[in-house]
Nanobody
C-alpha cells in the first residue's frame, strides 16, 4: 500500500500562486504514476495533471496547461503541483493520487490511492 499525505493549499488572490505537495510513504514511490485532481461541489473529480513513474512524461488538462506544473522528487518521495496565474475558477478541493500505471491516467477510477484533499480558494 501507499499512503499519501497532502500539504499546501489555502486562500490566494487571482493571479497568485500556490504549491501543493503530496508525500508518499509505504511501497516504493517510483512504482507509481502520480495524478492531481480537483473536485467542485457536487461534481466528480476532474483530472488536472499527472506525471509518469520516471518523471519524464507529464500531462495536463487544457484548462491548466501553461499555468500548472506537476513534478516529483524520488529522493523525498514527494509529488508537487505548482499553480501559477490562479483564477477564481480554480477554486476547488485538490487531491493527489497514485497508480501503478507507467503514465498517469486521466480517469479518477484508475487510481488506487488518494490523498486526503486540500482546499484551494482563489478570490477575485
Amino acid at each position: 500500500q501507499v499512503q499519501l499525505e497532502q500539504s499546501g493549499g489555502g486562500l490566494v488572490q487571482a493571479g497568485g500562486s500556490l504549491r501543493l505537495s503530496c508525500a508518499a510513504s509505504g511501497r516504493s514511490f517510483s512504482n507509481y504514476a502520480m495524478g492531481w485532481f480537483r473536485q467542485y461541489p457536487g461534481q466528480e473529480r476532474e483530472f488536472v495533471g499527472g506525471i509518469s513513474r520516471g518523471g519524464t512524461v507529464t500531462d495536463y488538462a487544457d484548462s491548466v496547461k501553461g499555468r500548472f506544473t506537476v513534478s516529483r522528487d524520488g529522493d523525498k518521495n514527494t509529488a508537487s503541483l505548482q499553480m501559477n496565474s490562479l483564477k477564481p475558477e480554480d477554486t476547488a478541493v485538490y487531491f493527489c493520487a497514485a497508480d501503478q500505471s507507467q503514465f498517469a491516467p486521466r480517469s479518477q477510477y484508475a487510481y488506487d490511492y488518494w490523498g486526503q484533499g486540500t482546499q484551494v480558494t482563489v478570490s477575485s
